[in-house]
């Protein structure tokens, strides 16, 4: 863990913390042999992995996988673990710590809808007073996603989060006009949601992202190339003799 939130300080605006999310152990290989010093598990990927929907992943299964992907690799992992999954602050604690996380993602938000800002904090407050220095705890803060899009809310809520306990504040798909105004309203790293297709880490960290992280976006990728070359195959195309 201290390696890992090391990662997260003293960063370059031209340069925040890349976290790529492997959705198992191959990609998680994949990944760490790349170059990246960290990972960063989506519920979503593994979701779909798996054949669920996002958001429908048995916790056993949510929690073997992220283990699965821990051990195959010598780099840091943060996991995903949506909700919390109505697990106690000690056994959610205790479940990411024996599956080999140094981190997780908790959102603010149950099946689309805002949780209460204040009851939120204060279940950080007692995941923080449970895992003590052995995590990293990113608060996702949900209200461009399901709220009004309004920044002050987010801000807001971002805030409270900080002062629970939280190191990383994560407020998915904020647009980004308003990362400049988050990143100057807001204590500590800042987690910025990012496409393949859109503006580069780089170009986010001059926005004021601490770290960019991709959601299923690498699997999605993966997925849309092996159909590509599936079909090549299935309309008689190149691939024939490749060991496909």
């Not at 992995?49 to 690799?73: C, H, K, N, Q």
């Not at 007073?129 to 803060?141: I, S």
Request: aromatic residues 6%; proline residues 7%; charged residues 20%.
């Amino acid at each position: 863990m201290d390696t890992f939130h090391a990662l997260h300080q003293h960063r370059l605006p031209h340069d925040p913390l890349v976290l790529p999310g492997p959705w198992d152990a191959v990609s998680a290989r994949e990944f760490a042999a790349a170059g990246f010093p960290a990972l960063a598990t989506p519920s979503a990927g593994i979701a779909a992995s798996l054949g669920y929907a996002d958001g429908a992943t048995p916790v056993d299964e949510m929690f073997a996988a992220i283990t699965r992907i821990a051990r195959s690799v010598d780099v840091p992992v943060s996991a995903d673990v949506e909700d919390g999954y109505g697990l106690e602050p000690g056994e959610l604690v205790e479940r990411l710590l024996t599956a080999g996380a140094v981190g997780c993602n908790l959102e603010d938000s149950h099946a689309g809808i805002l949780t209460d800002p204040h009851a939120h904090a204060d279940r950080l407050a007692e995941i923080r007073a449970a895992a003590g220095d052995r995590l990293f705890l990113n608060a996702r803060v949900d209200t461009f996603a399901y709220g009004d899009q309004n920044p002050e809310q987010a801000i807001e809520r971002a805030e409270l989060y900080v002062t629970a306990g939280a190191d990383c504040v994560y407020p998915i798909e904020a647009p980004l006009a308003t990362l400049p105004l988050l990143r100057s309203a807001i204590s500590g790293p800042l987690n910025v949601f990012a496409t393949l297709d859109g503006p580069s880490p780089a170009e986010l960290g001059t926005l004021g992202a601490t770290r960019v992280t991709f959601g299923p976006g690498f699997l999605q990728w993966g997925a849309k190339a092996l159909r590509g070359r599936a079909s090549a195959l299935i309309a008689g195309g190149s691939g024939g003799g490749t060991g496909v």
